[in-house]
């Protein structure tokens, strides 16, 4: 009996030892499932730098069309907050606004750049000037007015006390004198034009004089800081070579 069962053992543990064999045996490696790979996303660059403006640092109070922009990088959708510092604002999908200032004074112009989880605020300081005050001035080149009179203008003085503002006019309130004897012959006797143009230009006339007919406008570019104003003469009804500078006191 006991040899019996030895062989009973041997013939049913052999089918088990022989199957091991083949598979250590046979050379195929199992397959390695293929690793996913997800597609790196590259984030446009997001940055502010700052605002510039055209022009630069200072306008002219209703003349003054300026041109501000954010200067950095933007992805596409970034909205920009503008703040002009006059209690104005408003929000544009594009880095450039314009804007026209109707009163005078310094202010601080910003935009807050938005992009999903990005922000940045930038700042600058802008100075926006009027007419108001003493000026002095010399024409040269001008022989053509006063009309009523043989003798030229060729230095003046210029007080402007106060302004109104008439649709598209400026009404400006002061005095005027000059060196042929010309003297103003109403209260509103300088008109300030509105025409909003990117720079300090200012066009403004002196009518009613009382030595001569029509009006005598001057339109010239302030400097930095509007302490200055060049440019070049116009008489209703003629053209003369006339150019004029005048200072602040």
Do not use: K
């Amino acid at each position: 009996m006991p040899i019996r069962r030895f062989l009973l053992s041997l013939v049913l543990t052999s089918p088990l030892l022989a199957s091991g064999c083949d598979r250590e045996n046979s050379g195929v490696s199992t397959p390695t499932p293929p690793t996913s790979t997800t597609p790196s996303v590259v984030e446009s660059p997001f940055s502010l730098q700052g605002i510039s403006a055209v022009p630069d640092g200072t306008g002219v109070q209703y003349n003054t069309d300026f041109q501000f922009s954010a200067a950095g990088a933007f992805p596409s959708g970034t909205q920009f907050v503008w703040n002009f510092g006059d209690g104005s604002s408003t929000t544009t999908s594009s880095p450039s606004v314009s804007r026209v200032y109707g009163q005078a004074g310094v202010f601080n112009v910003s935009v807050e750049a938005r992009s999903g989880a990005n922000s940045a605020v930038a700042t600058r300081p802008l100075s926006v000037r009027s007419l108001l005050g003493r000026w002095f001035g010399t024409v040269t080149g001008f022989t053509h007015f006063p009309l009523q009179r043989p003798v030229a203008i060729t230095s003046f003085e210029l007080l402007v006390a106060n302004q109104t503002l008439d649709a598209a006019t400026l009404m400006l309130h002061g005095r005027w004198a000059d060196d042929a004897g010309c003297r103003e012959t109403r209260v509103e006797f300088m008109r300030q034009r509105l025409q909003p143009v990117p720079s300090a230009t200012v066009t403004f006339g002196v009518n009613s004089l009382s030595c001569a007919n029509g009006d005598f406008y001057l339109t010239g570019l302030a400097d930095a800081r509007f302490d200055r104003v060049e440019g070049h003469c116009d008489v209703a009804g003629g053209n003369p070579n006339c150019r004029f500078s005048m200072v602040r006191e």
